[in-house]
């Protein structure tokens, strides 16, 4: 069935340093890969996402990447501050049904 | 716009009760999924539905009943609660159209003992 893996499970940064999250998909009919943040007894939210037409997507400090060859999708944080402390979490759906599959999450702390 | 409601937020249930985890967005989204959050395994979905009337299984669906009558509301039903379903769940909703982007509701927390 389809999958999502996620890489590291944890990752500990200090502040101004880069955080990177990898994520690989089974499903090659995905085309829509979304990354949530999730802060300790809240709710996921969508930080950034990126479709399959697209191979690169920026928003601030933060960016996605995406190879669809490979089925690797990463996100990428620069500049971290503390309060880029959670839980995040890649996913691999198709827009046509918007089911989503997510990954394990990633717990990143950075370190003031 | 009230967004992504559900209720209750705690429930503790004994084994073998069922009960409703109620789900509702007032956006007129047509997308609604259910998932389920425990520690370490991330978000599994339960079950979506891409419109009223049209549902569909996810990665975990066994034990979950659910419905969509109308745009507005997505209903879970736990038919014989157990022990493995001590989690914590999460309603979704997604315009599917122009974004795909889900809007997750504030999670119910359930134990069952």
């Known amino acids: 069935g389809e999958n999502v893996e996620q890489h590291p499970s944890t990752l500990s940064v200090q502040e101004g340093d880069s955080a990177v999250i990898k994520c690989t998909y089974s499903d090659s009919a995905s085309n829509y890969f979304p990354w949530y943040k999730q ?3 809240k709710r996921p939210q969508l930080i950034i996402d990126i479709r399959s037409n697209v191979g690169e997507k920026k928003d ?23 309060e880029d402390s959670a839980v995040y979490f890649c996913a691999a759906g198709t827009g046509a049904t918007n089911k989503l599959i997510f990954g394990t999450g990633t717990l990143l702390a950075v370190q003031p | 716009n009230a967004g992504v409601t559900q209720t209750p937020k705690f429930q503790v249930l004994k084994t073998g009760q069922s009960m409703t985890l109620q789900c509702a967005q007032d956006m007129n989204h047509e997308y609604m999924s259910w998932y389920r959050q425990d520690p370490g395994m991330g978000l599994r979905l ?51 159209v122009l974004t795909y982007e889900q809007y997750f509701g504030p999670g119910t927390r359930l134990t069952v003992t």
């Open chain 1, 39 to 41: 802060e300790l007894g």
């Open chain 2, 46 to 96: 339960i079950h979506y539905s891409v419109g009223a009337g049209i549902t569909d299984q996810g990665e975990v669906p066994n034990g979950y009943n659910v419905s969509r009558s109308t745009t507005e509301d997505f209903p879970l039903r736990l038919l014989s609660a157990a022990p493995s379903q001590t989690s914590v769940y999460f309603c979704a909703s997604s315009p599917g």
């Open chain 1, 60 to 82: 601030q400090r933060i960016a996605v990447t995406l190879n669809k060859t490979a089925k690797h999708f990463s996100l990428h944080i620069t500049e971290t501050q503390p």
